[in-house]
């Protein structure tokens, strides 16, 4: 499956941008999907995750309560909607897709290495 990522861009803090996350292909459904993110200097690190029909949703406490994650399975695409923007928010965020059926009542989703594809990144830049 192909990912590509789409919706970044300049906000300023408090600020909202959308991103959306368009897969290829017509086993969209059957993969878990994850948004995770990169600073520079920094690891990639997790920020949501939804199992594959939808529904128990997975955040980071970093962005709990100011991001939220959904995805239209007819539309092949997840979406991350990002609320509240901190400048520490910037980074380039990818989406991701999980072959695994993934345990959303523990840690996994949140593991970089559970996911088998990834999209090249759309850039979010948050101004103080």
């Known amino acids: 499956v192909q990912l590509v990522e789409s919706g970044g861009g300049l906000v300023q803090a408090g600020g909202s941008l959308r991103l959306s996350c368009l897969a290829s292909?017509?086993?969209?459904?059957?993969?878990?999907m994850g948004w995770f993110r990169q600073a520079p200097g920094k690891e990639r690190e997790f920020v949501a995750a939804?199992?594959?029909?939808?529904?128990?949703?997975r955040y980071a406490d970093s962005v709990k309560g100011r991001f939220t994650i959904s995805r239209d399975n007819a539309k092949n695409t997840v979406y991350l909607q990002m609320n509240s923007l901190k400048p520490e928010d910037a980074a380039v965020y990818y989406c991701?897709?999980?072959?695994?059926?993934?345990?959303?009542?523990?840690?996994?989703?949140?593991?970089?290495?559970?996911?088998?594809?990834w999209g090249q990144g759309t850039q979010v830049t948050v101004s103080s």
């Open positions: 939804i199992r594959r029909s939808g529904g128990s949703e």
């Open positions: 991701a897709a999980a072959r695994a059926k993934l345990n959303y009542s523990g840690s996994s989703p949140a593991r970089v290495f559970e996911y088998d594809y």
């Open positions: 292909g017509r086993t969209f459904s059957s993969y878990g």
